[in-house]
């Protein structure tokens, strides 16, 4: 059975995720950081369905404890599906934003998918087959106000996923991106009026996590084998 790391995996899409892969036949190492028993919920959820799952908690900012981590779960044996979706914004107008904040986003959206995904690169590279899907956004692709650390740190994840892309393409390892724009969840709710997302969005709706574990899932599959170093945007129609 291949495994899958999916980071961030007990938010809203990172369940979704999670419970996708597990259902195509992954064993999945579901990441938390701050809420390990929000992790450990969609491991029972998995199971419950027949799945294979499992924990593991680090922060991605700390590469010492990335590494370490990842050490003990390569004892047995190489991760050959991981999705990066660890993330976080803290959105203020570039004009007042704190030196703290620039540098946290980037921290966690751009520095956390190294240390995450380089000491996992020569184990898959030796079965000579992975998947990476990096969770992006429509920041890094159109900006926002409010994020130009958020886009930032999206946007280098861009030019990472394609540069990857292409070191890993004769070894059977695709590289991509997703890039969602409004999809349903907590977050979004407390941000996103009904009305606003009508105004913003042609499919006039938000998307699912569902449909971005859809998508990502499609990615992690046979069929996606000559899919590699693209962005994707999954956003209903923005363009």
């Known amino acids: 059975m291949k495994r899958a790391l999916v980071t961030g995996g007990s938010g809203d899409i990172g369940r979704a995720i999670s419970q996708r892969l597990a259902r195509d036949g992954f064993h999945v190492i579901v990441h938390a950081r701050q809420h390990p028993e929000r992790a450990a919920e969609v491991v029972d959820a998995i199971r419950t369905e027949g799945g294979s799952a499992e924990t593991a908690t680090f922060d991605v900012v700390d590469a010492d404890q990335t590494g370490r981590v990842l050490v003990e779960l390569l004892e047995t044996g190489p991760i050959q599906v991981l999705v990066n979706n660890a993330g976080i914004h803290d959105d203020a107008p570039m004009a007042g934003m704190s030196s703290a904040q620039w540098r946290r986003v980037i921290d966690v959206c751009l520095h956390g998918f190294f240390n995450v995904t380089q000491p996992l690169l020569l184990p898959m590279m ?43 393409a004769s070894r059977g390892i695709t590289v991509n991106a997703v890039a969602p724009g409004i999809v349903a969840g907590s977050a979004t709710a407390a941000t996103f009026d009904p009305a606003t997302i009508k105004t913003l969005v042609p499919m006039r709706r938000a998307g699912t996590p569902a449909e971005v574990a859809d998508l990502v899932g499609f990615l992690a599959s046979e069929q996606a084998a000559y899919l590699t170093g693209q962005i994707i945007g999954l956003n209903g129609g923005v363009v």
Do not use: D, F, M
């Not at 990096?134 to 861009?158: E, F, M």
């Not at 540069?163 to 890993?168: G, P, Y």
């Open 126 to 168: 030796a079965t000579r087959w992975g998947r990476i899907v990096n969770i992006s956004s429509l920041a890094g692709v159109t900006g926002n106000r409010g994020q130009a650390n958020y886009a930032a740190a999206k946007a280098g994840l861009h030019g990472a996923t394609r540069a990857l892309a292409l070191e890993l």
